[in-house]
């Protein structure tokens, strides 16, 4: 009964608004692309959000765990840093150094020129007057900067090839004191001690625990790969990293993902188009697929922008969202295309307007609302941070969408409608040559109303065929069969 009561009062509603869209068409086109055009000034804020926290659930195990650990190991990069007790990424720079003729780099005049890059790396200042260097702004313990321990070895390297100094791998007596494990492609003689390494990591970690500090950490990590790219080597070749990488691969996707955009967009007004139109180039709708695409681009425009001002940032998770509201936004048109057609072409624009929002106004209401308040469900149930973001931007968008598809795309409608109604070209809204050509009988093509009727006829007969099949369906013998 209330199911009902909401549907009557639904579809008187919606019939009342189909004749305020035909009577009042220009302000529900203008008023649309207006608030598009204001909430899209929202993309000034823009800014994306690449931290590794959306991903944690938030008073999860790792969440929870993470704070303990946080206590139990806590640290100081101004007094008490040590690599082992970081449980997160901090500001750095890491060079892998490898010989230029793939030999060992444990030979004296390779060696020797990896400490003169890491004495290179640490004494270079960032500005040239009352500038600073990389001891200044080190994560530090007992006031000095971490050591890349295995360049200890400078002074042992005959010992070692001569076998008088022996230096086990991976674990020895000495082996921490010289930190062996930054070596790499090591080879090792049968008592398991080093004999020869391929490469050599060496790090270099940066104090950013405050905002200021962190500003300098990323200007001597530009600094740092400036550096690197114009030093002059004879005989090591250098592979540089540093914290700002993994931000700048993440940012990339953006700009990967705004280059499948216009190829998605050309595909689905390509469909759209073509759904609408069909060999009746005057009752063809042609322009509301196209123009419902446009509506969806400003569903994304306007949520998006929304959310930018009120201080949403966009992860790389969102990126996927301008593809979902394409596929899920167009269907309201559909809908209504589909309720404009089974109107009576000798009514007036207004009248077919009404019936068309009657019948189809309430399946795209439910439809939406159901789209968007499944999306709401996922914020308040879901625990990880950039899903509760996605399924924000998703609910948005989608409820714009709706919004543009019952005010600007029957605006075009409408005006589609009325080019119907004056016997205009559906495509170029030109009046039809009176005597065609072959190309313009092909592309003028108009269906005469008695192919209408006997089109009108097989669809009652469909209908017919759909009525029986249902009687069919609805009996247990047939429910039995098809479990």
């Not at 100081?76 to 793939?102: C, K, M, Q, W």
């Not at 080879?187 to 625990?209: M, P, R």
């Not at 249902?470 to 047939?478: F, G, H, M, Q, S």
Request: positive net charge.
């Amino acid at each position: 009964m209330c199911i009902g009561i909401a549907y009557r009062f639904l579809s008187k509603t919606f019939h009342k608004h189909g004749i305020n869209v035909s009577r009042h068409t220009s302000w529900y086109i203008v008023v649309p692309v207006f608030m598009t055009l204001l909430l899209g000034t929202g993309f000034q804020k823009f800014s994306q959000d690449l931290s590794e926290d959306v991903l944690v659930p938030a008073g999860g195990i790792i969440d929870k765990y993470k704070s303990r650990l946080m206590q139990l190991f806590p640290i100081d990069l101004a007094s008490n840093f040590d690599p082992a007790r970081l449980l997160h990424v901090i500001h750095y720079g890491t060079v892998i150094v490898e010989a230029t003729d793939g030999g060992s780099i444990l030979r004296e005049f390779v060696f020797r020129e990896i400490v003169t890059l890491d004495r290179e790396i640490q004494n270079f200042f960032v500005e040239e007057d009352d500038g600073w260097n990389y001891k200044e702004i080190c994560a530090k313990n007992n006031g000095k900067c971490y050591e890349n321990k295995i360049l200890r070895i400078d002074n042992k390297l005959k010992a070692l090839q001569n076998g008088t100094f022996r230096l086990k791998y991976p674990i020895g007596n000495t082996s921490r004191n010289y930190d062996v494990l930054t070596l790499g492609g090591v080879k090792l003689n049968e008592e398991g001690c080093l004999i020869s390494a391929k490469a050599v990591k060496l790090f270099y970690f940066l104090d950013d625990s405050n905002k200021w500090a962190e500003e300098r950490a990323i200007t001597w990590e530009n600094r740092f790969v400036d550096i690197l790219n114009r030093l002059n080597v004879s005989y090591i070749k250098i592979k540089k990293d540093v914290s700002l990488s993994r931000l700048e691969s993440k940012s990339q996707l953006f700009v990967a993902t705004l280059k499948y955009i216009p190829s998605s967009v050309f595909l689905m007004v390509t469909f759209t188009v073509v759904s609408c139109l069909w060999p009746d180039f005057l009752r063809s709708k042609p322009w509301t697929g196209i123009m419902s695409s446009i509506a969806t681009g400003m569903s994304l425009v306007s949520g998006y922008g929304l959310l930018l001002y009120v201080g949403y940032r966009i992860s790389p998770v969102t990126y996927m969202i301008p593809f979902l509201i394409l596929g899920i936004g167009m269907d309201d048109t559909f809908v209504m295309l589909s309720a404009w057609m089974k109107t009576d072409p000798k009514k007036s624009v207004e009248e077919r307007m009404a019936e068309t929002f009657t019948e189809s106004g309430v399946s795209i209401t439910i439809t939406s609302l159901t789209n968007v308040a499944s999306f709401l469900v996922g914020i308040f149930i879901a625990n990880i941070p950039v899903y509760k973001e996605l399924f924000v931007f998703m609910a948005t968008c989608l409820l714009f969408d709706y919004i543009y598809q019952i005010t600007f795309v029957a605006a075009i409608f409408v005006l589609c409608g009325r080019a119907e109604e004056r016997q205009l070209h559906s495509l170029v809204f030109v009046k039809f040559p009176e005597n065609k050509n072959f190309v313009e009988k092909i592309f003028c093509f108009v269906r005469p109303e008695d192919s209408k009727q006997k089109k009108d006829n097989r669809r009652v007969r469909f209908t017919e065929l759909l009525k029986n099949f249902n009687e069919l369906i609805r009996k247990k013998v047939t429910g039995l069969f098809i479990i």
